[in-house]
């Protein structure tokens, strides 16, 4: 039972992604969904830089007198998914647009009926 | 946090909805920083709450900007989304503590980046040389992948009405 | 338009300073927190914000879409070019060991000039992307917020 008290910040994180989750699945508008996705992404990258982080370290600069710097790779990972996550998000949003002037709505379930 | 996914999930305004996502990104830089990660929150600042919410402001002036009412359906998705959380925390249980300097992530390369990164490449910044010279092959994918981005919504939305020029050319 | 007088003023004066912090955060994200993704990405945001207050056709007329387009592909291929000059000099692809005369210091050229790449790239990219969806027909952006 001690043991979980070192794991709170990854349930946080798995709270953060579900809610994220919720939005995509259960809401039917299109913008929504693309919203809801935007939380879930964050939420991962903030397991990712959870899961980085060191007891007492710093950012990774290197300076004098520090010895203890935290680990910079998840930073290099996370880095490139939010860039790739904001190009998705862009096709994604011009593929929104698309639809709406092709049929006229963008809720879910007026789509099928039109499909 | 939760409060402003909460107000997500329950407003059928758009424009309020895309605000609170962008407050959500500028949480999450915040959170970045107390977890010593300033490379990931400038760009988390800059992109998610910056250009993010332009591009949806921009694309909520082309469709309707209110959600319809009634139009979602609770239980089954209330469901999944439990049980996958349910299965999620059951496999973090495994994970280290947060903050474990002994951790395996932090065991095999990281040293090695973090004591040869200042004498073999002359740059202070860790992230950038790793992002730019160690692993600089997938910085070049990324960038091809905005790239290939870019050229998608110019296929999308480029080759449709143009807008009317001030000389009076119609539309179409 | 005398509501918005505010607004095209303080636009004015507050757009070089934002395309000059862009310059600082590319150039000096060898020291701080930054780089080419970041520098990019706020040089964009300069654009959209004098479109959000001149409209899209004035954008248009200082950095005309050629320029854009050019951009989006030139950022790129500095990258793959700073990759095959070390083929030359037969080492590696992305090897930058080589590009000055000393390791360290080919290596800190060949990180300088990728960032360059990947800087022009993004900006080039956020800046296309939001003028296609500003200058789409149907939305009236002089007003729009």
Known sequence: MTDWVGLYNYWIVVFL???????????????????????????????????????????????????????????????????????????????????????????EDELEVQE | ???????????????????????????????????????????????????????????????????????????????VSLIAGAALIYGTLDMPHYGDPAAPIHQHVAPTYLSDSLEKTLVPNVVTSVLASYRGYDTLGE???ILTAGVGVMLLLGGGRRRRRKTGKGDE | MRHHLVLRVVTKLLIPFILLFALYVQFHGDFGPGGGFQAGVIFASAFVLYALIYGVDNTLQVVPENVLRVGIGLGVLIYGMTGVVPLFMHVPYLDYSPLGHEPAHGQEYGIFSVELGVGITVFSVMATIFLQFAGRSGADDEDES
């Open chain 1, 17 to 107: 992604m579900i809610a994220g989750l919720y939005i995509v699945i259960a809401r039917g508008n299109l913008i929504k969904k693309l919203v809801g996705l935007n939380v879930f992404q964050a939420s991962v990258f903030i397991l990712y830089i959870t899961m980085g982080k060191i007891e007492g370290g710093t950012a990774p600069i290197i300076e004098e007198g520090i010895k203890v710097y935290s680990n910079p790779i998840p930073h290099v990972l996370i880095l490139t998914a939010i860039v790739v996550g904001v190009a998705t998000l862009a096709v994604g949003l011009a593929l929104v647009v698309r639809i709406n002037e092709a049929y006229g709505t963008i809720e």
């Open chain 2, 1 to 79: 946090m939760a409060g402003t996914i909460y107000m997500i999930v329950r407003l059928h305004g758009l424009f309020a909805v895309v605000m609170l996502g962008g407050i959500y990104s500028l949480f999450a830089a915040s959170m970045f920083v107390v977890l010593d990660a300033v490379d990931v929150a400038f760009t988390e600042a800059a992109v998610g709450a910056g250009i993010s919410t332009v591009l949806m402001l921009g694309a909520l002036a082309l469709v309707k900007s209110e959600e319809k009412v009634g139009s979602s359906h609770v239980f089954v998705p209330l469901l």
């Open chain 2, 143 to 145: 960038t091809t992948v």
